[in-house]
């Protein structure tokens, strides 16, 4: 689900990958310090990230297509720019530093965008320097999960941070479901005399998640760094020690845009950089259904299923099931490659998004039975009749998550498998591309919106479903095609299939 690039480690099997939790006895305090912050950031990014284009329409006064225009094309986009970046920062101030200045970048606009009504500075005081905040997270803390494990550690604190990942999505999942249908879905808050918009209020509340994070980033201990002896404390490096603050994050960031351009250069020379290109252009199309689940779902949720609608606890079967899917299918398929594993996992997402399109009439009965009444009145506490969307929601999310389990993952190593010896992490930065498309795709989905589901008068979601789905099968049936043109024989696997 998540763009933070980390693919959970397959065990050799189900009771192996558990078994390697006994690695982490004894692992230093920075290390627990790491995970938690992982979560708080995950749940604070979650929570505005669902409420985003809500917030956008309903309180900034944005219609579908250009709140969607503006995230998809805009915001969504900058941050994977600023997140491929945003290593340069840490390695001008350090690791301890950069959390520091991403948390509290980000502490200043999330309070702008809770307390401000005037959409010019909610947007440039609030929404953009967001950007900045929170692309300062991932690569820190992809730095401080190698930093704070030993050599034993490493694998399972990065399956560890993959699984907090996903426990920080549901955590967020449902407080946006709580906080909906405590205040109303155009509700208000009235804190200290203020009047609180519900989507403002999201905002808060991950404003105080944002709060939590200062004292997990004092207690980490400045240069830690574990080793198989133990702990030791050395200087964090920085490239450039003398000048004012500022100045060195500047000629750090100018430094790593000339050498990213240099190594563009030379990545261009090479055949299999276009293949790999092609191949995440493809899986773009994936993300494309990832994307669509913050940015078009809610308001197709609260239009077809009425304000206050469970969204958050709909999405959360899927990161329920991917914290079990992903090790358990990793270790049960590491025998194939990753190319065929992609496939595969495209063909099980693109026909799941096939379910939302179908008539809502062939569901009734389902949603009238024993599944339905326990899905809608057990899991997702609803009173009365249960609409047919939520069993085809409900179903929809758990062939996905199946799908993502088998080709998330296997994106990463695909990358990684085919590169040139030395050119591991340039080939694995490329692995955010999918993403970027992603993102690109889902800003022209405010047309389908109101295309298809309205705000007001008479809607037809099936056909944006099966428009979505349609696009969904561009990357399974592309990887078939297109195959003997970009498939790279993968390092340490065989080409039998």
Request: hydrophobic share 50%.
């Amino acid at each position: 689900m998540p763009e933070d690039g980390i693919a959970p480690i397959a065990a050799t099997g189900l009771r192996g990958f558990l078994g390697k939790f006994t690695v982490l006895k004894g692992a230093q305090r920075e290390l627990w310090l790491t995970f938690l912050i992982k979560l708080l950031i995950i749940t604070a990014y979650s929570v505005t990230n669902k409420t985003l284009i809500l917030w956008l329409s309903s309180d900034l006064g944005f219609n579908d297509q250009s709140a969607g225009a503006l995230v998809g094309w805009v915001w969504a986009p900058a941050m994977t720019v600023f997140t491929l970046l945003a290593g340069s920062v840490t390695d001008a101030v350090g690791l301890r530093r950069t959390f520091f200045l991403g948390a509290g970048v980000c502490l200043v606009a999330r309070a702008v965008m809770g307390f401000s009504t005037i959409p010019w500075l909610a947007l440039a005081g609030g929404l953009f320097p967001l950007v900045i905040g929170e692309a300062l997270g991932t690569p820190v803390l992809i730095a401080a999960a190698r930093r704070y494990s030993t050599v034993r550690q490493r694998s399972i604190s990065f399956s560890i941070i993959y699984m907090v990942m996903n426990v920080g999505f549901y955590i967020a999942a449902r407080i946006y479901d709580y906080v909906r249908q405590s205040l109303g879905e155009h509700g208000h808050l009235n804190l200290f005399g203020l009047q609180i918009t519900t989507y403002r209020t999201l905002f808060l509340v991950s404003l105080g998640f944002e709060l939590l994070l200062f004292p997990a980033i004092y207690f980490l201990r400045r240069g830690a760094e574990a080793t198989d002896e133990g702990v030791k404390f050395t200087a964090e490096p920085v490239r450039y020690v003398t000048g004012a603050f500022w100045e060195r994050i500047w000629l750090t960031i100018r430094d790593s845009a000339l050498d990213t351009v240099r190594l563009f250069r030379k990545l261009l020379s090479q055949s299999g950089f276009y293949r790999l290109l092609a191949f995440l252009l493809l899986i773009g199309f994936l993300k494309l259904i990832v994307m669509q689940m913050d940015y078009v779902f809610p308001k197709f949720g609260i239009r077809e299923l009425g304000e206050g609608a469970p969204i958050g606890q709909l999405l959360g079967i899927n990161y329920l099931l991917i914290i079990v899917f992903v090790p358990t299918i990793g270790a049960l398929t590491q025998q194939f490659t990753a190319y065929r594993m992609v496939i595969v996992g495209g063909v099980i997402c693109a026909a799941s998004v096939f379910v939302m399109a179908l008539p809502t009439a062939w569901f009734q009965g389902p949603a009238n039975g024993a599944i339905g009444q326990w899905l809608g009145h057990t899991y997702l506490g609803l009173k009365g009749g249960i609409h047919p969307y939520y069993i085809m929601t409900a179903i929809y999310i758990g062939i996905f998550s199946v799908g993502e389990a088998f080709y998330s993952p296997r994106v990463y190593e695909y990358a990684a498998a085919i590169a040139p010896r030395g050119q591991e992490a340039s080939y694995g930065a490329l692995s955010y591309i999918p993403f970027l498309l992603g993102k690109l795709l889902v800003g022209s989905a405010g047309w389908l919106l109101v295309a298809f589901c309205p705000e007001h008068g008479p809607r037809h979601s099936g056909t944006m479903w099966l428009i979505f789905a349609l696009a969904a099968s561009v990357a399974p049936i592309g990887l078939v095609v297109l195959r003997r043109y970009i498939r790279v024989p993968e390092a340490g696997r065989q080409d039998v299939d």
